[in-house]
């Protein structure tokens, strides 16, 4: 288990810190809007494409289309509630650095 | 606040794929690094434009990304006592990250213009993540 843990956050942290990767870019050279709009969308259609293709497959294929589904709807229908628990706007320039 | 929640869900699914098969965790993370990337620069950059040092905007991206493996601890630590909750926690991560994609994203992205190359963008992206689960 602790095995596991171990692996898990290492994967995570990995992948998390690819975020400032992409941060350290923008230091050193700072894309046009044309590119952040082209790059929006390629972050989108990864995460769309990953999230149906292999996040929902899975899920599906190990329990059943229904426990799937309800995890799939209440993850959504949580972040949905949550725009009016807190107003916001990622990934926009209203957005202030905290 | 509002930036980082959203790597949070990253983490639960990195976590709930290594807890049914490792592999699978490893696969997640992979792609979720891909996105990331692309990601960081979309949270860096207004910040920039908006008169931020590139200092904060790249901290603010950092932070942002940290918060994955908070996500995965969570996730890891729940679902140890909860096994069979494991596709539960998969298809949670997948609702919220669609939801966040189509709610914010894609509209944010419009915001800037040059609504075409976001389009691009996206179909890049969904050809990426064939290429790379065709690899991996």
Same mark, same amino acid.
């Given at each position: ?98 | 606040?509002?930036? $980082? ?5 990253? @983490?639960?699914?990195?976590? $709930?794929?290594? $807890?049914? &098969? ?22 860096? &950059? ?6 931020? +040092? ?9 932070? $942002? ?13 729940? &679902? ?14 997948? @609702? ?22 976001? +389009? ?12 790379? &689960?065709?690899?991996?």
């Amino acid at each position: 288990m602790v095995n596991n843990l171990a692996d898990i956050l290492v994967l995570s942290t990995l992948a998390g810190l690819a975020t400032g990767l992409g941060g350290l870019i923008v230091v050193i050279k700072r894309p046009g809007k044309k590119v952040l709009g082209f790059l929006m969308g390629l972050a989108a259609g990864i995460m769309i494409t990953l999230s149906f293709l292999k996040l929902m497959s899975e899920a599906i294929n190990i329990s059943s289309l229904f426990l799937a589904a309800s995890g799939f709807v209440i993850g959504s229908l949580l972040m949905f509630s949550l725009d009016f628990v807190l107003p916001h706007k990622y990934f926009s320039v209203d957005e202030k650095v905290r | 606040m509002g930036i $980082s929640l959203h790597n949070f869900p990253e @983490g639960i699914a990195v976590a $709930s794929g290594y $807890s049914y &098969l490792p592999r699978l965790g490893l696969v997640i993370a992979i792609a979720m690094a891909v996105h990331n990337i692309p990601e960081g620069i979309a949270i860096a &950059l207004p910040v920039h434009m908006g008169g931020a +040092s590139r200092f904060a905007a790249f901290r603010l991206a950092l932070v $942002s990304g940290l918060v994955e493996p908070l996500g995965a601890l969570v996730a890891t630590l729940f &679902l140890e006592n909860f096994r069979d909750l494991v596709p539960f926690g998969l298809a949670f991560a997948g @609702g919220v990250m669609v939801f966040v994609t189509l709610d914010e994203l894609i509209p944010v992205a419009h915001e800037h213009g040059h609504e075409h190359f976001t +389009s691009l963008g996206v179909i890049m992206g969904c050809i990426v993540t064939f290429m790379l &689960l065709g690899i991996l």
